[in-house]
């Protein structure tokens, strides 16, 4: 019987230069079988060519489309000069742009469905081609064709280049929904705030039928702090567009007060136009180690972000040295209103002894100051702190030089002065507080010498009639913990649990143990919950709220035992993600933070010093 032989081998063609006999039967027009028409001329190709290389043929062919046996397929609104680039690109695999061709090319490109054709567009724009006469262009064409990281970068580029693009006619063309987008960005970079207000004035100017819209324009110039100046605004309220405009009188003459009157600037705060653009900064009162900063790009966590621009700067650091807050009071509370940082009480030493300080300044980040106010009833520190829907700051318990306090004080800021309010059930010391619709809370605490109770507690205030009102308790009694109100609800998370280990004097360090649970208070139902799946957490933590929906946590990695330095977690309370961010070779020790927003020049000087990171 015959051996059958099944040796066998698969050898590879060189498929390029079928293609390059393809490319040289196309350039001869031979076997070309479908003629493409545009509005000012018309090409050959080879169905079979264009079905591989666009969905949009590949689709009619095999499609049960009338025109699928046609000979001519018109593709009107198009031009010449991008159907050849295309084509040529399709059979040569080169793919030429220029400034001349490029939106002609992206516009075919993208209703033919060529996606890496669109792609490569957008990089050229990117790179190659944005200017100031020509980035709104390019934003509007990258919107239109839904090119999400081409519409980012022109972004950028028209908010840090905002005074050249206004002076282009592009800009003039804008609608007043772009106006407002724009001009509302905290991120648009501009070296004088009235430049903006000229910008907004140059469009209302360009067509009559716009000058009804200057009043809603204007309240996205930042008119106050240290924007603009008393000067300036004169100048505005003498220009012809503003003479007779009640409304925006109106506006200039807050803004103007706001300059006048210091106590009114620190209740208004919150008003739109008082808001400074710029980089946002985390200033940290308290022990903190800057070194060189780990410049390892953030991890990606579903629902929560993270500017990695922002720094992390020692108040120290911004303050001379004759500053009382170069050497800031330790246990003390911070209470961030816009741009200023009211610190009260804390802890000194005096001959060897620990001592509690009844202290108040107020720190304005727009100027790199510090006030001293009046200070408080009674000497405090490890007190809480937190606004009322009056105006009113109310601190509350706390440790005094003869032990725990249920004291309860609060300051008017229009005046300048202190007063007692209705004491807690009980003294606490290390609670957390947060304000939730014009109401405190206070929660946990150690109820008096550390390790001799830690609470579960907590409580409701009501400014309007001073009075306390016990709400359930937590799940988990803790003490040193963080707590805020975002979305209706009140989150507390870290904190020392009741068993917490003190480092005895001149013994080896004990790892400090944090609590990992993160709890909600739903106050519709006056109720606790631990949220689910939430990971470690860090010890000795700085939490921070960057937003009504943004915690960062910074602190001891759990898993770091030999303590280098520490980590950045974030926490979103409406998704309630959770997860580390980066590792920071900085070390944060129960400090305190604020976020703020640095004008572009402040923010300069800052990278400046080296305090800048990642």
Not at 138 to 154: C, F, G, H, N, P
Not at 227 to 249: R, T
Not at 475 to 493: D, E, P, Q, T, W
Not at 580 to 598: D, E, G, Y
Request: glycine share 6%.
């Amino acid at each position: 019987m015959a051996v059958q032989d099944l040796t066998s081998r698969t050898f590879t063609l060189p498929y390029e230069s079928h293609l390059i006999e393809l490319t040289a039967l196309w350039k001869e027009n031979v076997l070309c079988d479908i003629k493409l028409t545009v509005d000012d001329g018309h090409f050959w190709a080879h169905k079979i060519m264009l079905a591989s290389a666009a969905p949009y043929f590949k689709t009619m062919y095999k499609g049960q489309f009338e025109d699928k046996n046609s000979s001519e397929v018109n593709l009107y609104g198009f031009t010449a000069k991008g159907l050849g680039t295309i084509l040529n690109s399709i059979y040569t695999r080169n793919l030429e742009l220029s400034s001349d061709n490029v939106f002609a090319v992206l516009a075919l490109a993208h209703y033919l469905q060529v996606s890496y054709i669109v792609s490569c567009c957008g990089t050229f724009l990117e790179t190659n081609v944005m200017k100031p006469h020509n980035c709104i262009k390019i934003w509007k064409r990258a919107k239109l064709y839904e090119m999400s990281d081409t519409v980012r970068v022109a972004e950028q580029y028209i908010l840090r280049n905002f005074y050249e693009v206004s002076k282009c006619d592009s800009f003039k063309e804008l609608s007043q929904q772009e106006i407002v987008y724009f001009t509302s960005s905290d991120e648009l970079e501009c070296m004088k705030e009235m430049d903006v207000f000229d910008a907004v004035l140059s469009w209302v100017n360009h067509y009559a039928d716009r000058q009804a819209m200057v009043p809603s324009l204007l309240q996205n110039v930042r008119f106050g702090r240290d924007c603009v100046s008393q000067q300036e605004l004169i100048d505005a309220w003498k220009n012809p567009l503003l003479v007779s405009n009640v409304e925006c009188h109106k506006l200039l003459q807050q803004a103007m007060e706001f300059k006048i009157l210091p106590k009114t600037q620190q209740i208004e705060q919150a008003q739109p136009w008082n808001e400074p653009r710029g980089e946002r900064c985390m200033i940290a009162f308290g022990k903190i180690g800057l070194q060189i900063m780990d410049r390892e790009p953030p991890s990606s966590i579903t629902g929560v972000s993270m500017n990695d621009r922002m720094p992390i700067v020692d108040v120290g650091q911004l303050l001379p040295q004759s500053s009382s807050l170069v050497n800031y009071r330790g246990y003390g509370c911070i209470l961030q209103l816009g741009n200023c940082v009211y610190i009260t009480g804390g802890m000194y030493s005096n001959m060897g002894q620990a001592r509690s300080s009844s202290l108040v300044s107020i720190y304005n980040f727009d100027t790199e100051t510090t006030e001293p106010l009046s200070p408080m009833l009674s000497a405090r520190r490890a007190h809480v702190s937190f606004w009322t829907k009056t105006n009113h700051i109310i601190v509350a318990a706390g440790l005094g030089d003869s032990g725990a306090l249920d004291s309860v004080e609060q300051y008017d800021i229009s005046r300048n002065m202190w007063s007692h309010g209705s004491p807690l059930p009980r003294a606490v010391f290390n609670a957390a507080s947060c304000t939730l619709n014009g109401t405190g809370f206070i929660t946990g605490g150690t109820k008096a010498d550390l390790g001799d109770g830690t609470s579960n507690e907590a409580y409701q205030y009501d400014p309007e009639n001073g009075q306390w009102q016990q709400k359930a308790c937590m799940n988990v009694a803790r003490f040193k913990h963080f707590m805020c109100s975002s979305g209706g609800m009140i989150y507390v998370l870290g904190g020392n649990p009741p068993d917490y280990a003190i480092q005895p004097p001149g013994g080896p360090p004990l790892p400090g143990i944090r609590h990992a649970a993160i709890e909600q208070y739903n106050p519709a139902v006056n109720q606790w919950t631990i949220l689910p799946d939430i990971p470690p957490l860090p010890h000795r933590l700085s939490v921070v709220q960057d937003s009504d929906k943004e915690l960062y946590v910074l602190g001891k990695d759990p898993d770091d035992q030999a303590d280098l330095g520490c980590s950045m977690w974030a926490f979103n309370t409406s998704t309630h993600a959770c997860g580390k961010i980066r590792a920071l070779h900085l070390t944060v020790n129960n400090a305190q933070i604020a976020v703020v927003k640095m004008p572009l020049q402040k923010f300069q000087q800052i990278r400046s010093r080296g305090c800048y990171w990642p």
